[in-house]
């Protein structure tokens, strides 16, 4: 008998501030790129299936759901320090016919492509979310030095025309400054929030059900049968 192992997280109890914020600036361009495959393949696979040129285009697809699944796991483990694992059913030793079959019917395959296809949207509003708060804080602390490089030496908010604040002093930019490290601590702690919340997600996506494990021990325990059988 397999026993299939438990879904662990191991490593820091929060996500690390530099992983963390690399997974999400990432998640966007990870989210065009599969978001545009997928509605590609499969809409160009459903519209020439009458053709049967369809066939290979869709099962293209669902491999490029699997293995897009495997790298965001490694993803999340190396960034997030985040472990999932595998939820795949094991394939049949032969058969193309057979193996094809086990992964259209598995659960895992159709999770996989759900997560992939959300990650664009998600990964938008993280993107907006985390450049701005660190866009704004770190201009906000380094005011004190850039200021006297803009037009006149003065910096005016929010722009030349309306001034609802000056700076064109050390002095007058010092409590924009203490502002800007307030607002980079709220920029630390969202950025691990979001980071959490992400990982929370991925993991009730990517991680195998409980049924599923059953249905993978079950899988594994046929497999050493006919081996032994064989």
Known sequence: MVTVPATRRFGRRTPPLGGSLAYLLLNLPLGIL???LII???SAGAGTLVVWVGVPLLGLLVLFARAAGRVERGRLYALLDVYIDS??????PSGQKSRWTTRLKDSATWRDLAYLFLLFPLGVVEFVLVVVAWSVSL?????????RFLP?????FPSYDVRWFTVDSTVTALPWAALGVLLAAVAVALTKGLASLHAGFAGALLRPTVAQRRRMERSWNEIDGITVAG
């Open 34 to 36: 599969t978001f545009t």
């Open 40 to 42: 590609t393949l499969a």
């Open 87 to 92: 939820p795949y059913l094991p394939l049949p």
């Open 139 to 147: 201009g906000l602390v380094a005011l004190p030095i850039y200021y």
């Open 152 to 156: 006149d030496g003065v910096y005016a």
